[in-house]
């Protein structure tokens, strides 16, 4: 029996040195080491052995299908090196000195909306801040005035996590934290509270031409003494202008948001139809662009704020709407559909 062990060893071993590929090594794999395999044919012959002679050749079989395992393992790692190396010398040549292709990607009209209406607030001494899309019930609701079973959570179909924290439905979620950072500037040195806080928001949404469950919007605030709404309307016009490189028609229309008192919609003609109605605007000529208006007191008081002797204005700026009404795109869904065709037309000059 132990002729048949070392015959089959060194058999083994022989065609071992002739396998150059994966598939050749797991046939003598299977040849060797499966259900009906050389090695496991040798303990069939076991039944005409004595006890003793039954524990000293298992042992021994057991020692060379060890073996064969161990060895089928160090020419899997052979092979696969091998494999890498011949992939590598397929590949052409890199020459680090050759100049860069001049072919590129382009930012998403997103990205170029959001940099510059950035840019435009900069020049008007706003800091731009960056907030978490993870937020707590505090920070969306609570600390904008909309406690627990207030009717106005009914308006944003948010989504929960099982921690209890949510995916941020507005960028408002933002604001009571702006307000602790810089307090103490604008109590102690007078220095006004002014800063932008764009990110991505969502909400459950059925999607159509003018909705979609992942959007994009940037808050603003401006706290000091004395603001007023002609302050918050300057800021919006003057933004508006610069993004659009014209004047725009606009709208001031009442509206109810529990974090502002008074409460506005801010409103531009929809520069798609020219004000005629399409998808885009519900046909109504209009598109509603910028919630907005003078922070609530509970707001600036949760904020550390006292609102005897400051006030100021917040608006909510739908980026992605923005980004329809400048490049005339039709339906809100093909900015998130990963679509180059609608994508690739945008470029950047940086």
């Known amino acids: 029996m132990d002729a048949k062990i070392i015959s089959l060893k060194e058999k083994f071993e022989k065609e071992l040195e002739k396998i150059e590929s994966m598939a050749e090594l797991e046939n003598v794999r299977v040849a060797y080491l499966g259900k009906k395999g050389s090695v496991t044919d040798l303990l069939k012959g076991m039944k005409e052995?004595?006890?003793?002679e039954k524990k000293t050749f298992g042992q021994k079989v057991n020692e060379l299908k060890g073996a064969v395992a161990e060895k089928i393992a160090a020419k899997t790692d052979e092979l696969k090196k091998k494999?890498?190396?011949a992939q590598i010398n397929l590949m052409p040549e890199f020459d680090l000195s050759m100049?860069?292709?001049l072919d590129r990607g382009s930012y998403h009209p997103i990205t170029l909306v959001q940099r510059e209406v950035e840019?435009?607030?900069?020049?008007?001494?706003?800091?731009?801040?960056?907030y978490s899309e993870v937020v707590t019930d505090y920070e969306c609701f609570e600390s904008l005035n909309i406690p627990k079973h207030h009717p106005a959570r009914d308006m944003q179909d948010t989504y929960y996590l099982e921690n209890g924290q949510l995916l941020k439905s507005q960028t408002s979620a933002a604001q009571n934290a702006i307000y602790k950072k810089y307090k103490d500037a604008l109590v102690n040195d007078g220095v006004p509270i002014k800063a932008i806080f764009p990110g991505r928001c969502f909400r459950n949404e059925a999607t159509d031409a003018c909705h979609e469950n992942t959007f994009f919007q940037m808050e603003g605030v401006m706290v000091d003494k004395n603001i007023s709404i002609s302050n918050l309307i300057y800021f919006m016009k003057t933004m508006l202008s610069e993004v659009f490189q014209k004047d725009i028609k606009v709208r001031l229309r009442p509206g109810f948001f529990p974090f502002v008192e008074p409460g506005f919609e801010l409103d531009i003609s929809c520069l798609i139809c020219g004000g005629d109605g399409c998808p885009s605007c519900k046909h109504s000529g209009w598109l509603e662009l910028c919630p907005c208006g003078m922070i609530h007191p509970e707001v600036l008081k949760a904020g550390g704020i006292d609102p005897e002797e400051y006030t100021g204005f917040a608006f909510g700026l739908g980026l992605t709407r923005l980004v329809m009404m400048k490049y005339g795109i039709k339906d809100i869904r093909d900015l998130n559909s990963g679509s180059l065709k609608s994508l690739s037309q945008f470029t950047d000059d940086e």
């Open 49 to 52: 052995l004595s006890n003793d």
């Open 83 to 85: 494999e890498i190396e």
């Open 99 to 101: 100049p860069a292709k």
């Open 119 to 130: 840019r435009i607030f900069k020049s008007m001494g706003f800091t731009v801040e960056d």
